[in-house]
Protein backbone atom coordinates (compact mmCIF):
# COMPACT_ATOMS: atom_id res chain seq x y z
CA UNK A 1 0.00 0.00 0.00
CA UNK A 2 1.58 3.43 -0.87
CA UNK A 3 2.28 5.57 1.56
CA UNK A 4 0.02 8.83 1.93
CA UNK A 5 1.47 11.85 4.20
CA UNK A 6 -0.76 12.93 7.18
CA UNK A 7 -3.96 14.63 6.51
CA UNK A 8 -4.04 14.24 2.96
CA UNK A 9 -6.11 11.96 0.87
CA UNK A 10 -5.41 10.45 -2.22
CA UNK A 11 -7.60 11.46 -5.00
CA UNK A 12 -9.35 7.63 -4.99
CA UNK A 13 -10.49 8.49 -1.71
CA UNK A 14 -12.08 11.60 -2.32
CA UNK A 15 -13.71 10.14 -5.52
CA UNK A 16 -14.87 7.39 -2.99
CA UNK A 17 -16.15 9.94 -0.04
CA UNK A 18 -18.08 12.39 -3.16
CA UNK A 19 -19.86 9.38 -4.66
CA UNK A 20 -21.06 8.09 -1.52
CA UNK A 21 -22.60 11.65 -0.71
CA UNK A 22 -23.62 11.85 -4.08
CA UNK A 23 -25.75 8.72 -3.73
CA UNK A 24 -27.00 9.97 -0.36
CA UNK A 25 -28.27 13.08 -1.29
CA UNK A 26 -29.76 11.64 -4.38
CA UNK A 27 -31.15 9.30 -1.83
CA UNK A 28 -32.57 12.45 0.36
CA UNK A 29 -33.47 14.57 -2.76
CA UNK A 30 -35.99 11.37 -3.95
CA UNK A 31 -37.38 10.74 -0.63
CA UNK A 32 -37.98 14.70 -0.27
CA UNK A 33 -39.70 14.54 -3.21
CA UNK A 34 -41.95 11.66 -2.65
CA UNK A 35 -42.93 13.32 0.97
CA UNK A 36 -43.74 16.49 -0.91
CA UNK A 37 -46.04 14.41 -3.83
CA UNK A 38 -47.65 12.49 -0.55
CA UNK A 39 -48.50 15.92 0.64
CA UNK A 40 -49.86 17.85 -2.27
CA UNK A 41 -51.32 15.53 -4.41
CA UNK A 42 -54.03 14.80 -1.81
CA UNK A 43 -54.49 18.71 -1.29
CA UNK A 44 -54.71 19.35 -5.19
CA UNK A 45 -57.71 16.94 -5.06
CA UNK A 46 -59.67 17.89 -2.30
CA UNK A 47 -59.37 21.57 -3.20
CA UNK A 48 -60.73 20.70 -6.06
CA UNK A 49 -63.27 18.85 -5.27
CA UNK A 50 -64.26 21.27 -2.49
CA UNK A 51 -64.55 23.97 -5.51
CA UNK A 52 -66.29 22.13 -7.89
CA UNK A 53 -69.96 23.69 -7.60
CA UNK A 54 -69.45 25.86 -4.12
CA UNK A 55 -72.12 28.57 -6.04
CA UNK A 56 -75.35 26.35 -5.10
CA UNK A 57 -77.11 29.39 -5.59
CA UNK A 58 -78.94 29.24 -1.91
CA UNK A 59 -78.08 28.64 1.62
CA UNK A 60 -79.54 26.19 4.06
CA UNK A 61 -80.62 27.18 7.28
CA UNK A 62 -77.60 26.74 9.18
CA UNK A 63 -75.55 28.84 6.56
CA UNK A 64 -78.16 31.27 6.99
CA UNK A 65 -77.36 31.94 10.38
CA UNK A 66 -73.70 32.19 10.05
CA UNK A 67 -73.83 34.26 7.02
CA UNK A 68 -76.12 36.78 9.11
CA UNK A 69 -74.40 36.83 11.96
CA UNK A 70 -71.55 37.29 10.51
CA UNK A 71 -72.35 40.30 8.99
CA UNK A 72 -73.08 42.11 11.89
CA UNK A 73 -70.37 44.71 13.56
CA UNK A 74 -68.36 42.93 16.09
CA UNK A 75 -70.00 44.54 19.39
CA UNK A 76 -73.40 43.08 18.16
CA UNK A 77 -71.94 39.17 17.32
CA UNK A 78 -70.39 39.53 21.14
CA UNK A 79 -73.44 40.38 22.44
CA UNK A 80 -75.36 37.59 20.51
CA UNK A 81 -72.84 35.16 21.76
CA UNK A 82 -73.82 35.79 25.48
CA UNK A 83 -77.15 34.62 24.75
CA UNK A 84 -76.91 31.95 22.46
CA UNK A 85 -74.45 30.15 20.01
CA UNK A 86 -71.62 31.12 22.29
CA UNK A 87 -69.98 27.76 20.52
CA UNK A 88 -69.78 29.48 17.80
CA UNK A 89 -67.92 32.79 18.56
CA UNK A 90 -64.81 32.43 17.44
CA UNK A 91 -66.02 31.30 13.69
CA UNK A 92 -68.32 33.73 13.50
CA UNK A 93 -65.59 36.60 14.18
CA UNK A 94 -63.67 34.60 11.47
CA UNK A 95 -66.44 34.90 9.22
CA UNK A 96 -66.91 38.16 10.02
CA UNK A 97 -63.37 39.70 8.52
CA UNK A 98 -64.23 37.21 5.52
CA UNK A 99 -67.61 38.53 4.48
CA UNK A 100 -66.34 42.02 5.16
CA UNK A 101 -64.04 41.24 1.97
CA UNK A 102 -66.95 40.27 -0.41
CA UNK A 103 -69.97 38.93 1.33
CA UNK A 104 -71.52 36.22 -0.54
CA UNK A 105 -72.18 32.15 -0.54
CA UNK A 106 -68.61 31.69 -2.00
CA UNK A 107 -67.02 33.23 0.13
CA UNK A 108 -69.66 32.01 3.04
CA UNK A 109 -68.08 28.39 2.21
CA UNK A 110 -64.64 28.96 0.68
CA UNK A 111 -62.86 28.63 4.46
CA UNK A 112 -64.65 25.37 5.02
CA UNK A 113 -62.80 24.68 1.20
CA UNK A 114 -59.43 25.48 2.38
CA UNK A 115 -59.78 23.90 6.06
CA UNK A 116 -60.81 20.54 4.43
CA UNK A 117 -57.58 21.21 1.97
CA UNK A 118 -55.56 21.47 4.83
CA UNK A 119 -56.59 18.93 6.49
CA UNK A 120 -56.09 16.25 3.57
CA UNK A 121 -52.53 16.95 3.96
CA UNK A 122 -51.94 16.93 7.57
CA UNK A 123 -53.49 13.37 7.46
CA UNK A 124 -51.26 12.35 4.40
CA UNK A 125 -48.18 13.85 6.56
CA UNK A 126 -49.58 11.93 9.01
CA UNK A 127 -49.29 8.68 7.44
CA UNK A 128 -46.03 9.51 6.07
CA UNK A 129 -44.90 10.33 9.66
CA UNK A 130 -46.11 7.07 10.96
CA UNK A 131 -45.51 5.14 7.97
CA UNK A 132 -44.00 5.70 4.50
CA UNK A 133 -45.21 8.31 1.72
CA UNK A 134 -47.64 5.59 -0.48
CA UNK A 135 -49.41 5.56 3.20
CA UNK A 136 -49.39 9.07 3.74
CA UNK A 137 -50.65 9.62 -0.43
CA UNK A 138 -53.60 6.94 -0.27
CA UNK A 139 -54.76 8.48 3.34
CA UNK A 140 -55.04 11.56 2.19
CA UNK A 141 -56.29 10.83 -1.43
CA UNK A 142 -59.55 8.42 0.86
CA UNK A 143 -59.76 11.49 3.13
CA UNK A 144 -60.12 13.99 -0.46
CA UNK A 145 -62.63 11.84 -2.35
CA UNK A 146 -64.87 10.51 0.83
CA UNK A 147 -68.33 12.20 0.73
CA UNK A 148 -68.67 12.82 3.70
CA UNK A 149 -65.54 15.17 3.66
CA UNK A 150 -66.73 16.58 0.29
CA UNK A 151 -70.42 17.70 2.04
CA UNK A 152 -68.63 19.70 4.88
CA UNK A 153 -66.09 21.06 2.92
CA UNK A 154 -68.72 23.26 1.19
CA UNK A 155 -71.24 24.13 4.00
CA UNK A 156 -70.41 27.56 5.85
CA UNK A 157 -69.79 26.41 9.35
CA UNK A 158 -67.14 25.22 11.14
CA UNK A 159 -66.49 21.96 11.06
CA UNK A 160 -64.65 21.68 8.36
CA UNK A 161 -61.82 24.12 10.30
CA UNK A 162 -62.25 22.09 13.26
CA UNK A 163 -61.29 18.77 11.59
CA UNK A 164 -58.06 20.58 10.12
CA UNK A 165 -57.24 21.59 14.05
CA UNK A 166 -57.43 18.08 14.98
CA UNK A 167 -55.52 17.02 12.42
CA UNK A 168 -53.02 19.46 13.08
CA UNK A 169 -52.92 19.09 16.81
CA UNK A 170 -52.56 15.21 16.28
CA UNK A 171 -49.62 15.72 13.67
CA UNK A 172 -47.86 17.95 16.48
CA UNK A 173 -48.51 15.23 18.94
CA UNK A 174 -46.67 12.89 16.97
CA UNK A 175 -44.00 15.26 16.47
CA UNK A 176 -43.85 16.30 20.10
CA UNK A 177 -43.86 19.77 19.54
CA UNK A 178 -45.69 20.35 22.37
CA UNK A 179 -46.18 24.57 22.30
CA UNK A 180 -47.59 23.84 18.50
CA UNK A 181 -49.74 21.32 20.13
CA UNK A 182 -51.26 23.31 22.51
CA UNK A 183 -51.71 26.47 20.49
CA UNK A 184 -53.75 24.48 17.70
CA UNK A 185 -55.49 22.20 19.76
CA UNK A 186 -56.87 25.25 21.77
CA UNK A 187 -57.48 27.04 18.47
CA UNK A 188 -59.73 24.02 17.32
CA UNK A 189 -61.57 23.45 20.68
CA UNK A 190 -62.23 27.56 20.69
CA UNK A 191 -64.12 26.63 16.92
CA UNK A 192 -65.80 24.12 18.73
CA UNK A 193 -65.66 22.87 22.00
CA UNK A 194 -66.45 19.48 21.37
CA UNK A 195 -63.33 19.02 19.96
CA UNK A 196 -61.75 18.50 23.44
CA UNK A 197 -62.72 15.27 22.85
CA UNK A 198 -59.62 14.88 20.65
CA UNK A 199 -57.41 15.25 24.01
CA UNK A 200 -58.58 11.68 24.84
CA UNK A 201 -58.00 10.34 21.88
CA UNK A 202 -54.44 11.64 22.31
CA UNK A 203 -53.94 10.47 25.86
CA UNK A 204 -55.01 6.76 24.64
CA UNK A 205 -52.61 7.07 22.01
CA UNK A 206 -49.50 8.24 24.16
CA UNK A 207 -50.72 5.34 26.71
CA UNK A 208 -50.45 2.80 23.79
CA UNK A 209 -47.23 3.70 22.53
CA UNK A 210 -45.99 3.97 26.46
CA UNK A 211 -44.73 7.36 26.02
CA UNK A 212 -42.10 8.05 28.57
CA UNK A 213 -42.76 10.15 31.40
CA UNK A 214 -41.64 13.32 30.10
CA UNK A 215 -43.81 13.07 27.11
CA UNK A 216 -46.87 12.91 29.18
CA UNK A 217 -45.58 15.69 31.49
CA UNK A 218 -44.87 18.20 28.02
CA UNK A 219 -48.44 17.06 27.13
CA UNK A 220 -49.95 17.80 29.88
CA UNK A 221 -48.85 21.17 30.12
CA UNK A 222 -49.96 21.70 26.24
CA UNK A 223 -53.01 20.74 27.47
CA UNK A 224 -53.36 22.55 30.42
CA UNK A 225 -52.86 25.86 28.54
CA UNK A 226 -55.99 25.10 25.99
CA UNK A 227 -57.88 24.11 28.66
CA UNK A 228 -57.57 27.55 30.55
CA UNK A 229 -58.14 29.38 26.80
CA UNK A 230 -60.87 27.33 26.94
CA UNK A 231 -62.75 27.56 30.47
CA UNK A 232 -64.75 30.81 29.52
CA UNK A 233 -66.53 29.18 26.24
CA UNK A 234 -67.31 26.01 28.23
CA UNK A 235 -68.87 28.22 31.17
CA UNK A 236 -70.75 30.54 28.74
CA UNK A 237 -71.90 27.21 26.69
CA UNK A 238 -73.42 25.24 29.47
CA UNK A 239 -76.14 28.01 30.36
CA UNK A 240 -76.60 27.33 26.44
CA UNK A 241 -77.48 23.63 26.33
CA UNK A 242 -81.04 24.02 25.74
CA UNK A 243 -80.36 24.95 22.02
CA UNK A 244 -79.50 20.95 21.34
CA UNK A 245 -82.85 19.69 23.03
CA UNK A 246 -84.05 18.60 19.51
CA UNK A 247 -81.13 15.86 19.00
CA UNK A 248 -82.12 12.71 19.43
CA UNK A 249 -80.54 9.80 21.71
CA UNK A 250 -77.71 7.97 19.24
CA UNK A 251 -77.92 3.78 19.02
CA UNK A 252 -76.47 1.17 16.70
CA UNK A 253 -78.42 2.71 14.06
CA UNK A 254 -75.55 5.91 14.63
CA UNK A 255 -72.25 3.85 15.02
CA UNK A 256 -73.55 1.85 11.42
CA UNK A 257 -73.95 5.37 9.60
CA UNK A 258 -71.12 6.79 11.02
CA UNK A 259 -68.77 4.09 9.88
CA UNK A 260 -69.93 4.18 6.25
CA UNK A 261 -69.67 7.77 6.49
CA UNK A 262 -66.32 7.43 7.50
CA UNK A 263 -65.05 5.41 4.57
CA UNK A 264 -64.54 6.55 0.88
CA UNK A 265 -67.97 5.26 0.16
CA UNK A 266 -71.07 4.25 2.06
CA UNK A 267 -72.41 1.90 0.03
CA UNK A 268 -71.82 -1.66 -2.20
CA UNK A 269 -68.35 -3.00 -2.78
CA UNK A 270 -66.50 0.46 -1.84
CA UNK A 271 -67.35 -0.05 1.69
CA UNK A 272 -66.73 -3.38 2.39
CA UNK A 273 -63.22 -2.82 0.33
CA UNK A 274 -62.52 -0.14 3.01
CA UNK A 275 -64.20 -1.92 5.88
CA UNK A 276 -61.95 -4.81 5.22
CA UNK A 277 -58.66 -2.75 4.57
CA UNK A 278 -58.98 -1.12 7.72
CA UNK A 279 -59.54 -4.08 9.71
CA UNK A 280 -56.38 -5.53 8.02
CA UNK A 281 -54.53 -1.86 9.29
CA UNK A 282 -55.47 -2.78 13.34
CA UNK A 283 -52.40 -4.21 12.86
CA UNK A 284 -49.99 -1.45 11.65
CA UNK A 285 -48.37 -0.73 14.96
CA UNK A 286 -47.65 3.11 15.08
CA UNK A 287 -50.57 3.92 12.52
CA UNK A 288 -53.12 2.03 14.82
CA UNK A 289 -51.76 4.00 17.81
CA UNK A 290 -52.71 7.11 16.04
CA UNK A 291 -55.23 6.30 13.73
CA UNK A 292 -57.79 4.29 15.99
CA UNK A 293 -58.24 6.53 18.77
CA UNK A 294 -59.05 9.16 16.65
CA UNK A 295 -61.37 7.56 15.02
CA UNK A 296 -63.43 6.06 17.29
CA UNK A 297 -62.69 7.29 21.17
CA UNK A 298 -64.48 11.06 20.64
CA UNK A 299 -67.71 10.05 19.13
CA UNK A 300 -67.70 6.74 21.72
CA UNK A 301 -67.05 9.21 24.26
CA UNK A 302 -70.17 11.60 22.80
CA UNK A 303 -72.28 8.58 22.47
CA UNK A 304 -72.02 7.69 26.19
CA UNK A 305 -72.83 10.79 27.47
CA UNK A 306 -76.11 11.29 25.37
CA UNK A 307 -77.30 8.08 26.71
CA UNK A 308 -78.07 10.36 29.58
CA UNK A 309 -78.32 13.68 27.88
CA UNK A 310 -78.48 13.64 24.15
CA UNK A 311 -75.88 15.69 22.42
CA UNK A 312 -74.88 13.50 19.64
CA UNK A 313 -74.46 14.47 15.93
CA UNK A 314 -72.23 13.15 13.39
CA UNK A 315 -70.55 16.79 12.40
CA UNK A 316 -69.84 17.34 16.16
CA UNK A 317 -67.05 14.41 15.63
CA UNK A 318 -66.14 14.85 11.57
CA UNK A 319 -62.88 15.61 12.62
CA UNK A 320 -62.71 11.66 13.83
CA UNK A 321 -62.87 11.06 10.25
CA UNK A 322 -59.12 11.84 10.32
CA UNK A 323 -58.36 8.04 11.63
CA UNK A 324 -60.38 6.45 9.42
CA UNK A 325 -58.74 7.10 5.89
CA UNK A 326 -54.91 5.67 7.39
CA UNK A 327 -56.13 2.68 9.02
CA UNK A 328 -57.50 1.37 5.64
CA UNK A 329 -54.54 3.06 3.70
CA UNK A 330 -52.21 1.37 6.67
CA UNK A 331 -54.25 -1.92 5.67
CA UNK A 332 -53.35 -1.53 1.58
CA UNK A 333 -49.83 -1.09 2.53
CA UNK A 334 -49.92 -4.55 4.37
CA UNK A 335 -51.56 -6.30 1.81
CA UNK A 336 -48.91 -4.77 -0.71
CA UNK A 337 -46.30 -6.27 1.02
CA UNK A 338 -47.89 -9.15 1.37
CA UNK A 339 -47.93 -9.50 -2.16
CA UNK A 340 -44.44 -8.79 -2.93
CA UNK A 341 -43.07 -11.03 -0.02
CA UNK A 342 -45.29 -14.01 -1.73
CA UNK A 343 -43.60 -12.78 -5.56
CA UNK A 344 -40.28 -11.96 -4.89
CA UNK A 345 -38.79 -11.14 -7.98
CA UNK A 346 -42.23 -9.99 -9.44
CA UNK A 347 -43.12 -7.91 -6.74
CA UNK A 348 -39.54 -6.28 -7.15
CA UNK A 349 -40.43 -5.16 -10.35
CA UNK A 350 -43.78 -4.37 -9.66
CA UNK A 351 -42.78 -2.16 -6.64
CA UNK A 352 -42.85 1.17 -8.39
CA UNK A 353 -45.95 1.10 -9.21
CA UNK A 354 -48.04 0.44 -5.86
CA UNK A 355 -48.52 4.00 -5.78
CA UNK A 356 -49.88 4.54 -8.49
CA UNK A 357 -52.30 1.12 -8.59
CA UNK A 358 -53.24 2.48 -5.07
CA UNK A 359 -54.36 5.61 -6.35
CA UNK A 360 -56.21 4.31 -9.69
CA UNK A 361 -58.21 2.14 -6.88
CA UNK A 362 -59.15 5.17 -5.35
CA UNK A 363 -60.09 7.17 -8.18
CA UNK A 364 -62.38 4.19 -9.38
CA UNK A 365 -63.94 4.39 -5.81
CA UNK A 366 -64.62 8.09 -6.30
CA UNK A 367 -66.17 7.52 -10.19
CA UNK A 368 -68.34 4.68 -8.45
CA UNK A 369 -69.56 7.28 -6.27
CA UNK A 370 -69.34 10.36 -8.59
CA UNK A 371 -73.67 10.47 -8.66
CA UNK A 372 -73.51 11.01 -4.87
CA UNK A 373 -70.88 13.65 -4.94
CA UNK A 374 -73.08 15.61 -7.86
CA UNK A 375 -75.84 15.09 -5.80
CA UNK A 376 -74.61 16.48 -2.58
CA UNK A 377 -73.82 19.68 -4.88
CA UNK A 378 -77.34 20.37 -5.69
CA UNK A 379 -79.46 22.40 -3.17
CA UNK A 380 -82.67 19.86 -3.15
CA UNK A 381 -80.20 18.18 -1.16
CA UNK A 382 -79.96 20.26 1.70
CA UNK A 383 -83.04 19.93 4.51
CA UNK A 384 -83.90 23.20 3.03
CA UNK A 385 -83.36 26.30 0.77
CA UNK A 386 -83.62 30.16 1.81
CA UNK A 387 -83.12 31.49 -1.19
CA UNK A 388 -85.45 29.78 -2.92
CA UNK A 389 -88.19 31.34 -0.12
CA UNK A 390 -87.03 34.92 -0.48
CA UNK A 391 -86.86 34.51 -4.44
CA UNK A 392 -91.08 33.22 -3.94
CA UNK A 393 -91.32 35.94 -1.47
CA UNK A 394 -90.18 38.60 -4.27
CA UNK A 395 -92.43 37.42 -6.52
CA UNK A 396 -95.81 37.04 -4.89
CA UNK A 397 -95.44 39.71 -1.59
CA UNK A 398 -96.95 42.81 -2.66
CA UNK A 399 -95.56 46.06 -0.46
CA UNK A 400 -96.81 46.10 3.02
CA UNK A 401 -98.44 43.25 2.97
CA UNK A 402 -98.44 41.29 6.61
CA UNK A 403 -96.04 38.05 6.93
CA UNK A 404 -96.23 35.44 9.50
CA UNK A 405 -93.33 33.30 10.44
CA UNK A 406 -94.17 30.20 12.23
CA UNK A 407 -92.11 29.47 14.61
CA UNK A 408 -89.88 32.84 14.83
CA UNK A 409 -86.80 30.45 13.23
CA UNK A 410 -88.72 30.69 10.02
CA UNK A 411 -87.82 33.79 9.54
CA UNK A 412 -83.90 32.84 8.61
CA UNK A 413 -84.75 32.87 5.03
CA UNK A 414 -85.46 36.85 5.18
CA UNK A 415 -82.39 37.63 7.15
CA UNK A 416 -80.32 35.55 5.20
CA UNK A 417 -81.96 36.85 1.45
CA UNK A 418 -83.63 40.02 2.84
CA UNK A 419 -84.32 41.58 -0.90
CA UNK A 420 -87.60 39.14 -1.23
CA UNK A 421 -88.95 40.16 2.31
CA UNK A 422 -87.72 44.04 2.17
CA UNK A 423 -91.42 45.68 1.52
CA UNK A 424 -93.22 43.67 3.78
CA UNK A 425 -94.05 43.96 6.88
CA UNK A 426 -92.92 41.35 9.58
CA UNK A 427 -96.54 41.28 11.60
CA UNK A 428 -94.81 39.71 14.81
CA UNK A 429 -91.86 41.28 15.01
CA UNK A 430 -90.79 43.80 17.99
CA UNK A 431 -87.05 44.30 17.81
CA UNK A 432 -84.38 43.14 15.26
CA UNK A 433 -81.64 40.24 16.15
CA UNK A 434 -78.83 42.53 15.82
CA UNK A 435 -80.27 45.51 18.06
CA UNK A 436 -82.10 42.59 20.18
CA UNK A 437 -78.82 40.53 20.86
CA UNK A 438 -80.36 37.53 19.44
CA UNK A 439 -80.58 35.19 16.18
CA UNK A 440 -84.02 35.68 15.07
CA UNK A 441 -85.31 38.96 16.79
CA UNK A 442 -87.56 39.65 19.25
CA UNK A 443 -91.82 39.16 18.87
CA UNK A 444 -94.70 41.40 20.10
CA UNK A 445 -96.40 39.46 23.18
CA UNK A 446 -99.17 37.36 22.62
CA UNK A 447 -102.11 40.04 22.77
CA UNK A 448 -99.92 42.94 20.83
CA UNK A 449 -99.95 40.13 18.07
CA UNK A 450 -103.65 39.49 18.22
CA UNK A 451 -104.59 43.41 18.04
CA UNK A 452 -102.41 43.51 14.90
CA UNK A 453 -103.98 40.58 13.18
CA UNK A 454 -107.26 41.15 14.08
CA UNK A 455 -106.58 44.14 11.77
CA UNK A 456 -105.86 42.26 9.02
CA UNK A 457 -108.07 40.40 6.38
CA UNK A 458 -104.65 38.54 5.16
CA UNK A 459 -101.13 36.97 5.58
CA UNK A 460 -98.43 35.58 4.03
CA UNK A 461 -97.71 32.31 6.61
CA UNK A 462 -93.98 31.30 6.70
CA UNK A 463 -94.31 27.92 8.16
CA UNK A 464 -91.58 24.96 9.47
CA UNK A 465 -93.41 21.83 8.33
CA UNK A 466 -93.65 20.93 11.77
CA UNK A 467 -95.66 23.29 12.76
CA UNK A 468 -98.47 22.55 10.57
CA UNK A 469 -98.36 18.30 10.42
CA UNK A 470 -97.80 17.51 13.73
CA UNK A 471 -99.22 17.96 17.34
CA UNK A 472 -96.59 20.70 18.09
CA UNK A 473 -97.69 22.51 20.81
CA UNK A 474 -95.34 25.51 21.84
CA UNK A 475 -94.09 26.49 25.14
CA UNK A 476 -93.55 30.50 23.75
CA UNK A 477 -97.32 32.02 24.36
CA UNK A 478 -96.70 34.40 20.94
CA UNK A 479 -95.82 31.14 19.25
CA UNK A 480 -99.45 29.37 20.60
CA UNK A 481 -101.20 33.01 19.75
CA UNK A 482 -99.94 32.43 16.18
CA UNK A 483 -101.29 28.94 16.24
CA UNK A 484 -104.34 29.87 17.84
CA UNK A 485 -105.49 32.92 15.29
CA UNK A 486 -104.31 31.43 12.05
CA UNK A 487 -105.84 28.36 12.77
CA UNK A 488 -109.30 29.64 14.04
CA UNK A 489 -109.72 32.93 12.20
CA UNK A 490 -107.64 32.23 8.73
CA UNK A 491 -108.03 29.86 6.24
CA UNK A 492 -105.26 29.15 3.39
CA UNK A 493 -106.04 30.63 0.25
CA UNK A 494 -105.82 28.02 -2.73
CA UNK A 495 -107.58 29.32 -5.75
CA UNK A 496 -105.40 30.68 -7.97
CA UNK A 497 -102.09 31.11 -5.78
CA UNK A 498 -99.10 29.45 -6.51
CA UNK A 499 -97.76 26.64 -4.11
CA UNK A 500 -94.79 27.26 -2.43
CA UNK A 501 -93.11 27.77 0.65
CA UNK A 502 -95.30 30.84 1.53
CA UNK A 503 -99.08 30.34 2.07
CA UNK A 504 -101.32 33.17 1.83
CA UNK A 505 -104.25 33.14 4.57
CA UNK A 506 -107.44 34.92 4.79
CA UNK A 507 -109.84 35.88 7.46
CA UNK A 508 -112.87 33.13 7.50
CA UNK A 509 -116.01 34.95 6.75
CA UNK A 510 -117.59 33.58 10.70
CA UNK A 511 -114.98 34.84 12.46
CA UNK A 512 -115.07 38.01 14.83
CA UNK A 513 -114.33 41.20 12.98
CA UNK A 514 -113.58 43.78 15.29
CA UNK A 515 -112.97 47.84 14.16
CA UNK A 516 -109.24 48.29 13.54
CA UNK A 517 -107.30 49.91 15.86
CA UNK A 518 -106.45 53.51 15.26
CA UNK A 519 -102.87 53.49 14.68
CA UNK A 520 -103.58 50.78 12.01
CA UNK A 521 -106.20 52.12 10.17
CA UNK A 522 -104.02 53.56 7.31
CA UNK A 523 -102.40 50.33 6.49
CA UNK A 524 -103.44 49.23 2.77
CA UNK A 525 -103.72 45.12 3.85
CA UNK A 526 -105.30 46.00 7.00
CA UNK A 527 -109.81 45.91 7.02
CA UNK A 528 -111.63 48.51 7.60
CA UNK A 529 -115.10 48.13 9.60
CA UNK A 530 -117.56 46.50 7.02
CA UNK A 531 -120.13 44.11 7.04
CA UNK A 532 -119.25 40.76 8.48
CA UNK A 533 -120.28 38.54 4.79
CA UNK A 534 -117.14 37.52 2.31
CA UNK A 535 -117.25 37.20 -1.04
CA UNK A 536 -117.78 33.55 -2.26
CA UNK A 537 -114.55 33.66 -4.64
CA UNK A 538 -112.24 34.11 -1.58
CA UNK A 539 -111.44 30.59 -1.29
CA UNK A 540 -113.06 27.13 -2.17
CA UNK A 541 -113.07 24.89 1.09
CA UNK A 542 -111.32 22.51 -1.15
CA UNK A 543 -108.55 22.43 1.91
CA UNK A 544 -109.35 22.06 5.57
CA UNK A 545 -108.29 25.09 7.94
CA UNK A 546 -104.99 24.74 10.01
CA UNK A 547 -105.77 22.50 12.99
CA UNK A 548 -104.29 20.78 15.70
CA UNK A 549 -104.89 18.81 18.92
CA UNK A 550 -106.43 20.89 22.06
CA UNK A 551 -103.39 21.54 24.14
CA UNK A 552 -102.85 19.78 27.93
CA UNK A 553 -103.59 21.27 31.13
CA UNK A 554 -99.79 21.78 31.25
CA UNK A 555 -98.03 22.15 27.92
CA UNK A 556 -94.59 20.18 28.23
CA UNK A 557 -92.02 20.38 25.43
CA UNK A 558 -92.53 18.48 22.39
CA UNK A 559 -91.25 14.70 22.23
CA UNK A 560 -88.35 14.06 20.13
CA UNK A 561 -89.17 10.77 17.55
CA UNK A 562 -86.95 8.81 16.33
CA UNK A 563 -84.70 9.94 13.53
CA UNK A 564 -86.75 8.43 10.93
CA UNK A 565 -90.29 8.90 12.14
CA UNK A 566 -91.98 12.29 10.66
CA UNK A 567 -91.94 14.65 11.24
CA UNK A 568 -88.82 16.20 12.95
CA UNK A 569 -88.72 17.89 16.01
CA UNK A 570 -88.65 21.84 16.11
CA UNK A 571 -84.99 22.67 16.11
CA UNK A 572 -84.86 25.77 18.49
CA UNK A 573 -81.85 27.32 17.15
CA UNK A 574 -78.75 26.16 15.44
CA UNK A 575 -75.33 25.07 16.67
Known amino acids: MRNVEPGRKTAEQRRRKQGRSGRAACAATGAGAAVALAVTVPMTVTLGIGLWGLDREGMWRDEGVTFQVARRSVPEIWRLVQGVDAVHGLYYLLMHAVLALHPGEVALRLPSVLGATAAAGLVAALGVRLARPRVGLWAGLLFAVTPMVGHYAQEGRSYALVTAGVAGATLLLVRRVWWAYGVVLGAACLLHELAVLAVCAHAVTLAAGRAPRRVWFGWARAVAGAGVALLPLVAVSRAQAGQVEWLAEPGWGTAERLLRGFVAGPTGVVCGACVLLMVVGLRAGRVTEVALPLMAVPPVLLAAVSQVRPVYDDRYVLYALAGAPLLVAAGADRVAGLVARAHPYGGRLLRPLTPLAGTLAITLAFLHHLPLHRQDRSPAHRPDNLAATSAFAARHLRP ?176
Open 400 to 575: GEPVLFLPSIGRRSALAYPRGFRSAWDVALRQSGPRSGTLYGREVGAGELRRRLDAVDRVWVVAEPYALNSPWYPRNPTERAKLDIVGEEFRPLTAGQPRGPLRLYVRRASSPHPAPAAHHSRHPFRHQPRPHSRPAHDAPPEHAPLTRPAPPAHPAPPTHPAPASPPPPPRPEPR
